[in-house]
């Protein structure tokens, strides 16, 4: 551990809060409570889930649509380069009440680190996420969760809320059986959770199939034990765009 310990839990911990608030878990305002890191669970039954890396077609369309069937609402946090491949999936999403988060530009580790590229990054997706879905997000989840103080600046300025989460499985992106992702994925379930999958692979695409089925059965699996869903900005209790008047 030592110092590259302590500096992997402040800058990639799902969990850290100390270069700014970075909410992993949450519970919903009529709980009586502020919405916040999660050190206090809720009781509600209810989980966000959340897709990182997409548009992604057709995965990312798989997986709205199994969720808009069963009246669920998700969050889909997707890189700017991404969107410009696929410009209409955002609003589509949108139109089944799925909400958007602004998740970089390139998702490339070396550009996120640099301040004045990283600023870059946030604000021409944002750019592009206002283009294409006609509002301007507020949420925002960092590639592989890597903050530094110099990002925390630039989400200021734009009015974004950083959002972590808890990954369904560690090694998604090698796509493991569906049981697989499903299986890890169900052990992090509690009231309150965020949890990440990826209908996406960084900037790159890539078959998400496994991601899809796992979707499915997480959800069927969850709805049994009596859970409800809702987006991050519901249970955060926190607003996923801008209004007109603040963003002019
Ligand atoms: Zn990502």
């Not at 030592?2 to 700014?20: K, R, T």
């Not at 209409?88 to 602004?102: M, R, S, T």
């Not at 796992?214 to 009596?226: R, S």
Request: charged fraction near 20%; aromatic fraction near 10%.
């Amino acid at each position: 551990m030592g110092v590259s310990g302590a500096a992997y839990w402040l800058m990639l911990s799902s969990y850290s809060q100390a270069l700014g608030r970075f909410p992993f878990r949450g519970f919903r305002p009529d709980d009586g409570r502020k919405a916040d890191s999660g050190k206090a669970a809720t009781h509600q039954k209810v989980i966000a889930l959340t897709f990182d890396d997409g548009p992604n077609e057709p995965f990312t369309s798989q997986i709205a649509d199994f969720l808009h069937e069963h009246g669920i609402t998700a969050t889909f946090f997707q890189v700017g380069r991404c969107v410009a491949r696929f410009p209409d999936v955002p609003a589509a999403l949108i139109e089944q009440g799925h909400v958007i988060g602004n998740h970089s530009y390139s998702h490339a580790m070396g550009r996120c680190v640099r301040p004045a590229a990283q600023r870059t990054e946030t604000a021409v997706t944002q750019e592009i996420l206002t283009r294409v879905t006609g509002r301007t997000p507020m949420l925002y989840r960092p590639p592989w969760l890597l903050r530094t103080p110099a990002l925390f600046k630039t989400l200021r300025g734009h009015g974004l809320q950083a959002v972590s989460g808890e990954f369904a499985h560690a090694f998604e992106v090698f796509q493991p059986s569906a049981r697989r992702i499903a299986t890890r994925a169900l052990a992090k379930a509690r009231p309150g959770a965020i949890l990440i999958f990826h209908d996406g692979f960084d900037s790159r695409g890539g078959d998400r199939a496994m991601t899809v089925a796992a979707t499915k059965i997480v959800v069927g699996a969850l709805l049994d034990q009596g859970y409800r869903f809702a987006t991050v900005d519901d249970l955060l209790g926190i607003p996923a765009y801008r209004t007109a008047v603040e963003s002019s």
